[in-house]
């Protein structure tokens, strides 16, 4: 089946320092990638919706300069937290749409936990 | 490997009859199971969740099952309605994961 990885699994860093996390998709390519946050009570917020080659289109609230994405190629896309600060800490999770296949299957990667001390 | 697993990726249903989407995971440690709806163009909602301390948890039309010996779990949405017609995904979590299922597409017809 489509495996979606994320790297770092886990990563804490200090306030104010940028943090970058990767999402790629292993065996398929991605022509849209998406990025949620999980927030308390576990619900999902996506945060913005990234395609290959193009910006990605944030979801209002969403600060753009702040949570930095990059879809390079269409088995990458990156989160950049910059200038992270402790309410930023969260579990963040990437999911990807094949390229080619049935619309609206996602594969979530297993998500990556940032704590900002 | 995958760690959950929803082995039905459609399911078709009458209106006012019960749907039943099933998951199942391979991982002893997830202690938390959640169900999310998505429909097309949005992203994932959240819709009924249970601990793996219960085997049962209901919320109107929606009940979630846990079955920890055989590692299953499943949705129920009884009576299904039109507006149910979405992609289901089930999750599974622990400490420091949460895993996802591929979604199963429910379609409830009139």
């Known amino acids: 089946g489509a495996v979606v990885s994320q790297h770092p699994s886990r990563v804490i860093c200090k306030s104010g320092t940028s943090v970058k996390i990767e999402c790629r998709s292993l065996?398929?390519?991605?022509?849209?990638m998406f990025w949620y946050r999980q927030f308390p009570k576990k619900s999902l917020m996506l945060m913005a919706t990234s395609n290959e080659g193009s910006k990605a289109t944030y979801e209002q609230g969403v600060e753009k300069d702040k949570f930095l994405i990059n879809h390079a190629s269409l088995t990458l896309s990156t989160l950049t937290v910059t200038s992270a600060h402790p309410e930023d800490s969260s579990f963040y999770i990437c999911?990807?749409?094949?390229?080619?296949?049935?619309?609206?299957?996602?594969?979530f990667g297993p998500g990556t936990r940032l704590t900002v001390l | 490997d995958q760690q959950v697993k929803q082995n039905s990726p459609s399911l078709s249903v009458q209106e006012g009859r019960i749907s039943i989407l099933n998951c199942d995971y391979t991982?002893?440690?997830?202690?938390?199971f959640l169900w999310y709806k998505k429909y097309p163009a949005e992203g994932p909602t959240f819709l009924i969740s249970?601990?793996?301390?219960?085997d049962k948890n209901e919320d109107g039309r929606f009940t979630v099952f846990l079955n920890k010996s055989a590692k299953h779990l499943s949705l129920h949405i009884v009576p299904s309605q039109p507006g149910d017609s979405a992609v289901y995904f089930c999750a599974a979590s622990s400490v420091d994961k949460l895993i996802f299922g591929t979604g199963t597409r429910l379609q409830v017809f009139p």
């Open positions: 065996d398929f390519q991605a022509t849209t």
């Open positions: 991982n002893s440690m997830f202690d938390y």
């Open positions: 249970i601990s793996s301390i219960k």
């Open positions: 999911s990807a749409e094949a390229a080619s296949g049935v619309a609206d299957t996602q594969y």
